[in-house]
């Protein structure tokens, strides 16, 4: 499949940004997330441009993005429709928390206040994360309900997107709360996120193996029905030059480079920031924690963006089978 | 609304014979020529007269090449397009309602004035049926000629799909396959009619006629009757891509 640039910057920037989110709530329910107005701003703020911004570009591929808000429409039979609408929904609880965050819980000019944080801000958090999973939930079901490419049609895409999204939000958090000094809060993300960096680089193994171990569910024999005949290869195509489907469906450069860019992938996108993130929990603070910090934010950026880049140009679709492709 | 209906009452549709095609192509130019006056109108085309010429099709023909056990040979024409199915995967990704399955007769359609052009039919149809139109910036796909089939202008036998009424060989039928005693029905009844793909559980209206069982006589036409070499199938050319994914190409290569 073709990797769209508008498609990738979407899915990571969006996924990152109601990872964000998550934690976020899981820092104002257990009376961690810091009350300071420049930290709100940024996270909270960084937060929401990842996710409108993810958004916005999303519609940008669109052919006619001024009729962007008709997708609101089929929830009933469409995945995407659902994640247009999951989304839209989501901003009132996630808005509601960061309001109430910024409204309710002002504790005057405390240099550092680790206050216990009213119970609405908890709540509205606690909705907007449950939101957010379901929007990644259904962005995951966009590609994983699609039969016609085997390598997106399972439960480990699901799996994928719904842990890559909050472990690239515990990411950033991590760096967030190191670089603004909250040493308690600092080591909760870095821990959090050093799980969900495991948890992250066992599902993209499960993932893998998957692709490779997987039988295939059409051949060029089923998609002509001539597979009675013996072996079926293409001898003309319909057309000299690329066409639509090929450009579209049969992206073929990755393959090549497959095992290179999953290397690439695991190492940067998650044995780095695992081995920083340690580090800086291990450190407890200080000016090392918050550069380890940031070195595992900045790879784990290139390795997730590597890892949905592959996810696509990996992606073999059924249609290939009447372009020479044997099994898809 | 990209729910499909529950039953249709037609199921109108093609049945291609595998055994009569020539690959002529001439369905797919009639095709082409029809619908770019018609209701998909204008079916474009991008660099029509340059070295790339590349546009929208509803047909395309494809030629394969079989080989059994004892290497024996045999040349099948392919023409491919929508199969017009009962469980259309395009129609119920869809998630504006611009794309949907009639209830009288059963044909797919794209309502192009409300369709955002996001592309995620073309991914789910596994038969590439669809084919987006860059300029339109919205989906085309066959419209089974529902612009000519039900045209009262045109006198009665003319009231079939462009590629049915243009096909020399006469490899391509029209009817309504829902109906058991229909010409095509029967006509699949009695060939061995078959879907395209059956996992993938779409059940595609359309149906294709296998070719019949041929007689190998070795040497006769001067040749082994064995399959022609196959071209090679290469699959690392960078012709095409972006100028980033050839950078990466030639860091990694």
């Given amino acids: ?328 | 609304m990209t729910s499909l209906p529950e039953t249709t009452a037609k199921k109108l549709g093609l049945v291609v014979d595998l055994d009569i095609c020539v690959g002529c192509h001439a369905c797919a130019v009639n095709c082409k020529e029809w619908n770019a006056a018609g209701k998909s109108a204008p079916l474009t085309d991008y660099d029509p007269y340059g070295k790339k010429p590349d546009g929208v099709w509803f047909n395309r023909i494809h030629t394969f090449e079989t080989t059994d056990d004892a290497g024996q040979g045999q040349t099948v024409h392919f023409p491919r397009s929508c199969l017009h199915c009962e469980d259309a995967p395009c129609v119920t990704v869809c998630p504006t309602g611009a794309s949907y399955k009639r209830t009288e007769d059963g044909i797919v359609l794209v309502n192009e004035d409300i369709c955002i052009g996001c592309k995620l039919c073309s991914w789910a149809c596994p038969y590439g049926a669809r084919e987006y139109d860059e300029h339109a910036g919205v989906m085309k796909k066959c419209t089974l000629c529902v612009d000519k089939i039900y045209n009262i202008n045109l006198p009665e036998e003319s009231r079939v799909p462009a590629c049915v009424s243009t096909c020399p060989a006469g490899a391509r039928s029209f009817g309504d396959l829902g109906d058991p005693e229909s010409e095509v029905s029967k006509l699949v009844a009695a060939r061995g009619g078959y879907d395209l793909m059956p996992e993938q559980g779409t059940r595609p209206v359309n149906k294709y006629l296998p070719p019949r069982p041929k007689e190998h006589h070795k040497g006769q036409r001067g040749d082994d009757g064995k399959a022609p070499r196959m071209l090679p199938h290469s699959d690392d050319s960078t012709d095409g891509a972006g100028l980033i994914a050839r950078w990466v190409d030639k860091i990694l290569s």
């Fill in chain 1, 1 to 328: 499949m073709h990797p769209a640039r508008s498609v990738i910057f979407f899915t990571t920037a969006s996924g990152a940004g109601y990872g964000m989110m998550v934690w976020l709530a899981v820092l104002a329910a257990l009376g961690l997330l810091p009350a300071e107005l420049p930290f709100g701003m940024v996270a909270f703020g960084l937060a929401f441009v990842l996710i409108v911004a993810g958004l916005l570009s999303s519609t940008f591929h669109l052919g006619h993005p001024e009729r962007a808000w008709r997708a609101l429409s089929q929830w009933r039979s469409s995945w995407l429709s659902r994640e247009g609408v999951a989304a839209i929904i989501a901003f009132v609880p996630l808005g509601l928390f960061a309001l109430c965050w910024f409204l309710l819980d002002r504790q005057g000019d405390v240099a550092v206040a680790f206050g216990i944080l009213g119970a609405e801000t908890v709540m509205f958090g606690i909705v907007g994360a449950a939101m957010s999973l379901l929007t990644m939930f259904t962005t995951s079901m966009i590609y994983a309900s699609l039969r016609t490419i085997p390598a997106w049609h399972n439960g480990w895409t699901v799996a994928g997107y719904l842990v890559l999204g909050p472990m690239n939000g515990a990411v950033v958090l991590a760096l967030l709360t190191a670089a603004f000094g909250y040493v308690v809060a600092a080591v909760t993300m870095q821990l959090a996120a050093v799980v969900l960096l495991v948890i992250g680089l066992v599902v993209k193994a499960f993932y893998w193996r998957h692709l490779h171990t997987s039988a295939p569910v059409s051949t060029a024999g089923t998609a002509t029905g001539l597979g009675h005949l013996g072996k079926v290869e293409l001898t003309a195509s319909p057309h000299d030059s690329d066409n639509y489907l090929l450009r579209e469906m049969g992206f073929r450069i990755a393959r090549k480079h497959a095992t290179k860019l999953r290397r690439i992938a695991i190492l940067l996108g998650f044995v780095v920031p695992i081995l920083a993130l340690a580090g800086a929990f291990l450190m407890f603070g200080g000016a090392m924690a918050t550069i380890l910090s940031l070195l595992a934010w900045i790879t784990c950026q290139i390795g997730v963006t590597t890892e949905r880049w592959l996810f696509f140009a990996e992606a073999k679709h059924v249609v290939t089978l009447y372009y020479g492709e044997q099994a898809v």
